[in-house]
């Protein structure tokens, strides 16, 4: 991060888009984990996708937006970057996303009138009917889903995975901290780090699959230049 900011870029480097990008190389690399099941079926998605809450305004009365992010097998750490840049920029302007736009408008109906069209949705949403452009730009959609809990000075925690949508997996970052690592002599000493919660639907793979993911999550995290190559460039680990 401090190599790539010593350029300066007109949009700095941070960790979180180096966990989005490890994140979404990894999904890349193992498609089991790209997986989601809907009416009793297992599905391959068709590209690998993210998406994650951008706060409008650090302020209590300040609103947030949905951020979703398309990836191709040619993406990495830098097009990654510009791709968030250009998503919490359209998020922080004036435009109002599609989803959030829609939450409002429902929000905005009587009761009985939401609660009848919201079962109507979730009875599309069980047999895969739901309309494109709702699916386009929520969160619940997206491969994986990343709740930056740091960026508002809160620690780790799990999310649940959710009854709607076709999510699979959920990461949830908490607050950079010193942390300390012990060596062969037993002396620690101290690192920053971050912790990472994850969340996975156990049906889409069994736990060796899921044993090597994180692996693989983990190797890229701590050898970061491995995210300047493309998602689709395997990796030894």
């Known amino acids: 991060i401090e190599k790539r900011n010593s350029e300066n870029p007109a949009y700095k480097y941070n960790m979180f888009q180096m966990i989005v990008c490890a994140a979404t190389k990894t999904l890349t690399l193992r498609p089991k984990m790209n997986r989601f099941i809907a009416h009793r079926n297992v599905y391959q998605r068709n590209e690998v996708s993210a998406s994650f809450v951008v706060k409008k305004e650090f ?27 250009e998503q919490i920029s359209f998020c922080r ?8 736009d829609n939450m409002d408008i429902l929000n905005s109906m009587p009761r009985i009138v939401s609660r009848t069209l919201v079962d109507g949705i979730r009875f599309l949403d069980v047999h895969g ?28 925690g799990y999310h649940h995975l959710t009854n709607w949508g076709t999510n699979s997996v959920f990461i949830a970052v908490g607050e950079k901290k010193m942390s300390p ?7 620690a000493v101290m690192h920053p780090t971050v912790d990472l ?20 999550l983990k190797t890229l995290l701590e050898n970061p230049q491995l995210l300047e190559t493309r998602l689709d460039e395997k990796v030894d680990c």
């Open 93 to 100: 302007g004036d435009s109002v996303d599609s989803s959030t």
């Open 129 to 156: 009917w739901v309309p494109q452009p709702l699916i386009d730009t929520d969160p619940y959609y997206s491969s994986v889903v990343l709740s930056n809990l740091g960026s508002i000075g809160l620690k780790m």
């Open 59 to 85: 302020a209590d009365n300040g609103g947030e937006a949905l951020a979703f992010l398309h990836t191709v097998p040619e993406d990495n750490i830098n097009s990654i970057h510009d791709k968030i840049y």
């Open 181 to 187: 690592e012990f060596d062969a002599g037993g002396k």
């Open 197 to 216: 919660g994850l969340t996975i639907d156990e049906r889409i793979a069994d736990g060796y699959y899921y044993s090597k993911t994180v692996r693989l």
